[in-house]
């Protein structure tokens, strides 16, 4: 499977290629500073071959009970994702391809050392507020005067020279961490009930701290940093793993409401959120503000059913479409049928991770699995729907796809913690004692040794146990603990049947 994830990869590359100039690409160049490295086209389709074996040795040693599905179906979305950026530099005459392959390098880096050095995810349940402080840091971290960037209205970044960051692509995965440990100790008091409502039980007031915290500091990121998408995918995952750990679908009630009055004031504050807004509901109003969303639309209708072709369409008349819009350039030259088949591997990860989450015997375990995978569904959901206008638009970037060193760096991240997680959950359990670790019997069969019954077997000790003829007794000797020899006693009869002499 990791073979042909990466042959279908490395064949969009080419492609792409074969069919704008009849001849393969040209030579393969990355550039880091004044450090350059390239070669023939074949050099990096080497490369690349390299780095999903790697990934899949290291995997294999480190994690060999993982879930087989991730890895591949991760390396196949991030090779579509490099075939298409390729395709697209054809038309800007940049080599933002050849730069993803350098955040690559960097991003299985960070995946090998995630994979060598945690190995069990419980160790991250030590340190909770420790968690709690590093994702509040990372989400406040573009807001500084120094280091913060503002870009298309939302100042969501952080600039250090050269190089940009988007701080909230790590600060999800962290903020998962932490809620899943501080709801495992949590969860019982959130789940007590309160006054009763339509049929529901709501938590009661004083139990209401957690999600108002949560709200209002989503608020604060939607103030100061006006990022509609950051604040949804921040408190959604907050009630998912909320409604999941106490199983109250109160909470889920109450979260949802939050987010539509968070949605309103979004609107009402500020120009570009009114702006997605009317893009989404009616793009062609206004063909000079809502010119990317219509473009993306056109895209969609030239590919069809089965697409144009690598390299046969224009999705470069799109705006962004290497980062934001780059499932409308996918649209396009794959079609809806390939389009379709991109979201089913993305379903491919989530319905995986949910398993380990089902399978999964200890309550720290279940909830990062399930948050891990919330995160992941909702983001895809979230920038998908807004380029098919299934939603309004918001600026997070697709999975493994879009180009971004930060997007790609935290999905290697999230991809060697979700394997960690399935390593564990598929892991026998005579194994994990050997080993020192937990050790899970909830799968074990009960075994049982024959009872001795009946009114026979009380008054005759040679009689065998009920039904049991066949079967051989235990020696008593067997089940004797070491000790003084026994005092020699009278024994002990049953009293005689009523009308029997003594």
Known sequence: MMLFALALGAAGYVLTSLNQNGTFPADWLMSAGPLQFGG?????????????????????????YADPLILPVAFLLTGLGVSMIHRLDQADGKRSAELQMLWLFLAVAVFIAVVVWLRDHRRLQRYTYLWFLAGFLLLLAPLLPVLG????????????????????????????IAFAAYLVEKKDVLAMAGRRFLGLDFPRPRDLGPILIAWGFALVILVFQKDLGTTLLFFGLFVAMLYVATERPSWAILGTLMVVVLGVVGYNAFGHVQTRFESWLNPFADYDRNGQVINAQFGFAWGGLFGSGWGEGRPYLTPLAKNDFIAAALGEELGLFGLVAVILLFG??????????????EGFGKLLATGLAFVFALQVFVIVGGVTRLLPLTGLTTPFVSQGGSSLLSNFLLLGLMLTITHQVRRPPLEQAETGEYVLLSADATQTLPVVGGARAATDPAAPAAGAADAPRPDPEDFAAPGPEPIAASPIT??????EAP
């Open 40 to 64: 023939p086209w074949f050099v990096g389709v080497a490369a690349w071959f390299a780095l999903g074996l790697l990934c899949w040795g290291i995997t294999v040693w480190r994690l060999p």
């Open 494 to 499: 049953a009293p005689p049947p009523d009308g």
């Open 348 to 361: 491919v990860i989530v319905a995986r991770l949910l398993r380990a989450a089902l399978g999964s015997g």
């Open 149 to 176: 960037k503002e870009n298309h209205g939302a100042r969501i970044w952080i600039e250090v020279g050269p190089f940009s960051f988007q701080p909230a692509e790590i600060a999800r995965i962290v903020l998962s």
